[in-house]
C-alpha cells in the first residue's frame, strides 16, 4: 500500500492504539513515537502500548512517558476502543507479546514494516524491506500528508534511523539520505545526542558485563565466525540489566576478516536468545528462519533450547555447515540496509 492511500485511510478515522515488537530498540520507539505524533499533529486520539520494559538509555526520547505498560493497562486506565492498531518496526504478531490480542479486538489493523520477512499480517500492508529503518517509512507518510516536521518528530525519526543503520556504518550515506538528514537536522535533531545515548550511554555494570562477553568470545579463523555468550551467573556476577547487552553482538564483527558474529544470551535457565551480525556478504536470516527465528539480511535472531554447550554446538554446526555453502548464503546486492532484529 502507499503513502498516500495509507495517509487517506488513516485521516478517515478517528482512535489509534499504537505498538512494536519487544525487546524494543531505538527504530521501535522511534517509529511508535513518530507516528503517534502525526497522528496527534492531524486531530487524533492516541494510546502508544507496549508489553516489556524500556531500555534506560532511550528516555532521553521526548514524551517516551506517555508510553502506556502492559501492566498498567490491565489495571485500568483510559484506553478503550480504537479504530485502527498501528504496529511499526514488528515483522512478527507474536513479538508484540500480550498487546498481540488488540490485532482480533480492532477492526483495522495498520502494519508499517521493514523486515524482509514480514508476510503482512495486517488488514493494511505498508512494507518496504528496502527501507533502512521504519522510522524513514513514517517520515514518506510524513511527507505525504504535508505534516511540518518538528524537534520531536525529526528526533524519533533520525533516532530509528541512527539505531538501524548502526550510527550511519552499514549505510551508503547517498545523498537521497543525506538530504533527509539534513532536514531532519534542520528540524531540530541533534545527531550528536542520539548517537551518544543510542551507544555510548550505559551503566557501568555493562560494561562489567561487556568485558565478560569478551572474555568468553572464540574466533573460527576457518570460518570467519565470532561466537560469545552470557549465562545468568554472568549477569548475577555484574549485577547486570537485561538491557545491558545492547551492542554486545556488534562486538564480534570488529575482528578484521569476521564475516558473522553471534551472541548466545540465556534469557531462562535453559533458554537462550541467539543474535546474529552478519559484515555485509552473507545472509544470515536463513540461519535465524532454521532455528524458527526472523529478522533482515544482516541482523536477525531466533531462541534455542537447551544447556550452554548444547546450543553452542547446535549453531556451530549448523553455521560451519551453512557457510560451506556461499554460493547460497549472500545477501543480495543492494540488500545491505538494517543491523537490528
Ligand atoms: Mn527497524
Not at 490480542?101 to 521493514?114: C, E, G, L
Not at 527465528?293 to 541482523?299: P, V
Not at 536477525?300 to 560451506?324: C, H, M, T, W
Request: charged share 20%; aromatic share 12%; with cysteine.
Amino acid at each position: 500500500m502507499n503513502t498516500k492511500t495509507l495517509f487517506k485511510r488513516l485521516a478517515e478515522n478517528n482512535t489509534f492504539l499504537i505498538s512494536s515488537h519487544q525487546n524494543i530498540d531505538g527504530d521501535g520507539l522511534g517509529s511508535m513515537l513518530a507516528i503517534n505524533s502525526m497522528l496527534r499533529k492531524i486531530g487524533k486520539k492516541t494510546c502508544m502500548l507496549y508489553d516489556g520494559s524500556i531500555p534506560y538509555f532511550y528516555r532521553f526520547l521526548p514524551e517516551i512517558e506517555n508510553i502506556i505498560f502492559y501492566e498498567e493497562y490491565e489495571q485500568g486506565n483510559s484506553c478503550c476502543d480504537w479504530d485502527v492498531f498501528v504496529v511499526v518496526d514488528c515483522s512478527n504478531p507474536e513479538r508484540l507479546g500480550r498487546v498481540d490480542q488488540f490485532r482480533k479486538k480492532v477492526p483495522i489493523v495498520v502494519n508499517i514494516d521493514h523486515h524482509p520477512d514480514n508476510h503482512g499480517y495486517g488488514t493494511m500492508n505498508y512494507t518496504d524491506y528496502t527501507c533502512p529503518s521504519s522510522s524513514l517509512m513514517i517520515y514518506q507518510l510524513v511527507k505525504e500528508a504535508d505534516i511540518a516536521l518538528d524537534n520531536n518528530l525529526a528526533t524519533y525519526i533520525m533516532t530509528g534511523f541512527i539505531t538501524d543503520t548502526g550510527g550511519f556504518q552499514f549505510v551508503e550515506l547517498e545523498s537521497g539520505l543525506l538530504s533527509i538528514m539534513n532536514e531532519l537536522i534542520k528540524a531540530g535533531a541533534s545527531v550528536a545526542t542520539i548517537m551518544r545515548y543510542v551507544f555510548k550511554y550505559r551503566r557501568f555494570e555493562a560494561l562489567k558485563l561487556l568485558g565478560k562477553a569478551l572474555d568468553n568470545m572464540k574466533y573460527s579463523a576457518q570460518y570467519h565466525y565470532a561466537l560469545t555468550y552470557l549465562t545468568r551467573q554472568d549477569f548475577i556476577e555484574c549485577n547486570s540489566l537485561e538491557e545491558d547487552v545492547e551492542g554486545i553482538v556488534d562486538y564480534g564483527l570488529h575482528i578484521s576478516d569476521a564475516e558473522i558474529s553471534v551472541f548466545l544470551k540465556e534469557i531462562d535457565s535453559g533458554l537462550f536468545k541467539v543474535s546474529l551480525r552478519s559484515q555485509g556478504r552473507i545472509n544470515v536470516l536463513p540461519i535465524a528462519h532454521h532455528f524458527g527465528g526472523g529478522g533482515h539480511f544482516k541482523a536477525a535472531g531466533f531462541k534455542l533450547a537447551g544447556n550452554l554447550p548444547q546450543v553452542i554446538s547446535r549453531v556451530n554446526d549448523f553455521l560451519k555447515n551453512y557457510l560451506e555453502n556461499k554460493n547460497t548464503t549472500l545477501i543480495p546486492q543492494s540488500e545491505t540496509y538494517p543491523v537490528t532484529e
